[in-house]
C-alpha cells in the first residue's frame, strides 16, 4: 500500500515538475518567435503555437490538482487507478502532444488520446454514479443498464463540452486545436476542415461505449471488474 501510494506521488510529482517548465519555457518562447513564419520555413512555430501550449500547460497544471480537490471537498474516494490514468492522460496529452509535437510527428496520436479519453470520462461517470447509487442519503437503486446508459452519455457530452472548448480558443487566440489548418498554417476547406473534430467525436463515442459495455457485464454479472480497477 505505502509503495503504491509513493509511486503514485512520484509519477504526480515528475507530471507537475514537467508541466511547471513546460510552463516557463513556453512563456520565454512566446516572445522569441515570430508573429507569422517565413514562407520557406513550414514548420516553424509561431507566437499563436506558443499561445496555445501555455494555455494547455496551465490548464494541465490545474487539472492535474482536480481530483485531490474534488476528493477532499466532497469526501469521496476516487480509485488510485483512474487517478493514475488521469495523469498520463494529461502527460501525453499536453507535453508530449502539443510541447513535444506529437499530434503531428506520431500518427494517430491525436486519435489515441480521445478514444482512451471516452474510456476515461466514462470510468469517471461510472464512479460518480456508483457513488450516487451505494450512499444512503439517495435511497434509490439504478439498474445496470441505467448505469451504463449514464456512463456513455456522460462521456460523450464531456467530449462534445472538449471540442467547445477547442473551438472557443481557435476563435480567440487563432490556434489550431480543431486542426482546421494543416502545420504549415494552410486552411482545410470544406469536409477537411470538419474531420478533425468529427473523428474526436466519434472516437470518444468508441471509448465510452467500450466502457459502458465494460461496466454493465460487471455489474450486471457482479464480477467485480470495476473493484480491480481499484
Known amino acids: 500500500m505505502l509503495k503504491k501510494l509513493f509511486n503514485q506521488k512520484t509519477l504526480f510529482g515528475f507530471i507537475f515538475f514537467t508541466m511547471v517548465l513546460s510552463t516557463i519555457f513556453v512563456t520565454v518562447k512566446i516572445f522569441q518567435a515570430p508573429t507569422v513564419a517565413d514562407q520557406g520555413e513550414l514548420s516553424a512555430r509561431v507566437k499563436g503555437d506558443y499561445t496555445l501550449m501555455l494555455l494547455q500547460c496551465i490548464f494541465g497544471t490545474l487539472a492535474l490538482l482536480l481530483p485531490s480537490f474534488i476528493a477532499k471537498r466532497f469526501k469521496i474516494v476516487i480509485p488510485s487507478g483512474m487517478i493514475v490514468a488521469y495523469a498520463v492522460f494529461l502527460y501525453c496529452a499536453i507535453y508530449l502532444g ?13 486519435t489515441i488520446l480521445h478514444t482512451f479519453s471516452g ?23 439504478l ?3 441505467f448505469v451504463a446508459i449514464f456512463t456513455f452519455c456522460f462521456a460523450v457530452a464531456l467530449g462534445v463540452v472538449w471540442e467547445i472548448y477547442e473551438f472557443t480558443i481557435d476563435s480567440l487566440f487563432l490556434t489550431n486545436m480543431q486542426k482546421y489548418a494543416l502545420e504549415n498554417g494552410t486552411p482545410l476547406i470544406g469536409q477537411a476542415a470538419l474531420a478533425d473534430t468529427m473523428k474526436d467525436l466519434i472516437v470518444d463515442c468508441i471509448g465510452a461505449l467500450a466502457f459502458s459495455v465494460f461496466g454493465y457485464i460487471s455489474l450486471k454479472s457482479k464480477k467485480g471488474w470495476l473493484e480491480r480497477l481499484q
Do not use: C, Q
Not at 474510456?119 to 437503486?141: H, Q
Open 119 to 141: 474510456a476515461m470520462l466514462g470510468a469517471l461517470g461510472l464512479t460518480l454514479i456508483s457513488f450516487l447509487n451505494n450512499t444512503d442519503r439517495i435511497p434509490v437503486y
Open 98 to 110: 502539443e510541447v513535444r509535437s506529437f499530434y503531428y510527428k506520431v500518427p494517430h496520436w491525436d
Open 143 to 145: 439498474s445496470p443498464l
